[in-house]
């Protein structure tokens, strides 16, 4: 069974940047596509960012241009680099398959990430 741990969240003032990592313990090529997912209090988990084996990325419209998605096939692990934070990023992080017409796997911890002054 695939686990996937999510770090690298915190407490960051808007403007500011974090950058998430993903460990994904059976090989990130498993998946043809993989991406991050976030849950803001109150709401459902939405797709923020995603990226396939041949590296095309994709994003919400509401992290493009701050966001940027990444793998490392080598260390088995996906990046989210996040800029110019703002109060509306406040979520727990997730990272999963993102392959359109599969099922995602089991969610890992999350990573909390709080945008405040």
């Known amino acids: 069974q695939v686990q996937l741990v999510e770090s690298g969240g915190g407490l960051v003032q808007p403007g500011g940047s974090l950058r998430l990592s993903c460990a994904v313990s059976r090989g990130i090529f498993i998946f043809n596509a993989v991406g991050w997912y976030r849950q803001a209090p109150g709401k459902q988990r939405e797709l923020v960012a995603s990226?396939?084996?041949?590296?095309?990325?994709n994003y919400a419209d509401s992290v493009k241009g701050r966001f940027t998605i990444s793998r490392d096939n080598a260390k088995n692990t996906l990046y989210l680099q996040m800029n110019s934070l703002k109060p509306e990023d406040t979520a727990v992080y997730y990272c999963?398959?993102?392959?359109?017409?599969?099922?995602?796997?089991?969610w890992g911890q999350g990573t909390q990430v709080t945008v405040s002054s």
């Open positions: 990226i396939t084996t041949g590296g095309r990325t």
């Open positions: 999963n398959r993102a392959q359109v017409g599969y099922p995602t796997v089991s």
